[in-house]
């Protein structure tokens, strides 16, 4: 499209030059009749401004070259300098700043050959003339060459701020997606523990309440019952502050009020219910533990369930120990029973979410886990650093 334009252009103004230099006036004060090195040599210094864009050095230089041939073998160049000042003009707007720089250099040392335009009058204001309208291109070109500058510089600072904005976006879009993540394996692992426990709890209350039944034992059936029950109601309770994060509650929409989450002050009620599921559980607790920070309370409290509702499951034991120990250093809890243990040492939970939930509620606040499985039982051990990760 350019290339059209410019040739358009370069088309018009030889045009005018050839009708204006060769047959105007004066071509007739000459006395000359164009011959063709005339003609071609005015083709040369207008016609080449059709590839000014493209070439723009190399056309200054072309356009200056036909002039000067004009003037050596005319000796007279009229509108023929239309050619040279487009040129200049196009190089310096449009080529690149050594371009441009080149330009200028080729249009002074053309004006040191040929004086003024016509070189039949070498007067001073004749030169002057000449000069200032090669300046004055040349001024058109810089300021029209800072404009396009301008207009590309905030077109490449718009497209830079699109660009940092969509990085941003998708930033925050991982950001998002990992939050999310990371809520799923929270809440993943939260459901385990909740409902593995209660549904321990209630397996072995159920199997008691049978026996008890089978034995005319209806008191104590009925308390093994009324177990299954409130562990039932505790287990939706939690199941439904868990499963609240899912939804979008608003204030006074008429939701159950969600209980808190549990903390290392609720280990007493847990070894309680465990107890009366039927693993006599006995609890001690050292130093302050409202100290210890309620996400370490939490995984602490957790992993405490999992590794009771093992024993309670798994383990065969008659009795088992909770020890929690609360001190500068950090957290440090010890569950162990009286049982056989577990083969190969690990919780037997399907899929041995269970351990791995232990592991990694441990690892988030850069703790260590043991597990040892023997013959006089199994136990287990976590420690809490003081201070949580950064």
């Known amino acids: 499209m350019r290339l059209a334009l410019d040739s358009a252009l370069a088309a018009v103004c030889l045009a005018v030059t ?3 230099h060769l047959g105007g006036s004066e071509a007739v004060e000459a006395n000359r009749a164009p011959d063709a090195l005339t003609v071609l040599l005015t083709v040369v210094a207008v016609g080449s401004i059709a590839l000014r864009r493209r070439y723009p050095l190399a056309v200054v230089v072309t356009s200056l070259a036909g002039v000067l041939g004009l003037v050596l073998v005319r000796g007279a160049v009229g509108t023929a300098t239309i050619g040279p000042m487009i040129a200049a003009y196009t190089a310096v707007a449009w080529g690149t700043s050594s371009h441009a720089r080149q330009s200028v250099g080729v249009v002074v040392a053309a004006l ?3 004086g003024v335009m016509d070189p039949v009058d070498l007067s001073p204001a004749g030169a002057l003339l000449n000069g200032a309208a090669f300046a004055g291109v040349v001024l058109l070109g810089t300021t029209s060459r800072a404009r396009r500058e301008r207009a590309d510089a905030a077109v490449q600072t718009a497209e830079q701020r699109v ?3 969509r ?6 879009r991982e950001r998002s997606a990992r939050a999310a993540t990371e809520e799923r394996l929270r809440i993943t692992r939260e ?4 409902l593995g426990h209660a549904m321990s709890v209630m397996v072995v209350q159920a199997g008691a309440a049978g026996r008890l039944l089978d034995a005319d034992d209806a008191v104590r059936a009925r308390t093994a019952v009324a177990e299954i029950e409130r562990t039932g109601r505790r287990s939706m309770a939690e199941m439904r502050q868990l499963l609240g994060v899912l939804r979008d509650d608003e204030p006074g929409d008429g939701a159950s009020p969600r209980s808190p989450a549990p903390t290392l002050t609720d280990m007493a009620a847990l070894a309680r219910r465990v107890g009366e599921a039927g693993l006599p559980t006995t609890l001690t607790v050292s130093g302050d533990p409202d100290a210890v920070p309620a996400g370490v309370g939490l995984a602490a409290y957790r992993i405490v369930q999992e590794a009771l509702t093992n024993s309670l499951k798994h383990s ?9 120990s609360c001190e500068p250093s950090g957290l440090r809890i010890e569950v162990a029973d009286d049982g056989h243990g577990t083969r190969e040492g690990r919780p037997t939970g399907q899929g041995g979410h269970g351990l791995a939930g232990m592991r990694e509620r441990v690892a988030i606040y850069g703790g260590d886990l043991v597990l040892d499985s023997s013959s006089a039982g199994f136990r287990v ?3 809490f650093p003081a201070a949580e990760p950064a």
């Open 18 to 20: 050839l009708v204006i």
């Open 112 to 114: 040191l050959l040929t």
């Open 163 to 165: 660009t940092v904005e």
């Open 167 to 172: 990085e941003r976006a998708n930033a925050e």
């Open 191 to 194: 459901l385990h523990d909740v």
């Open 316 to 324: 065969g034991a008659g009795s088992a120990t909770v020890a929690v």
């Open 381 to 383: 051990r976590a420690t």
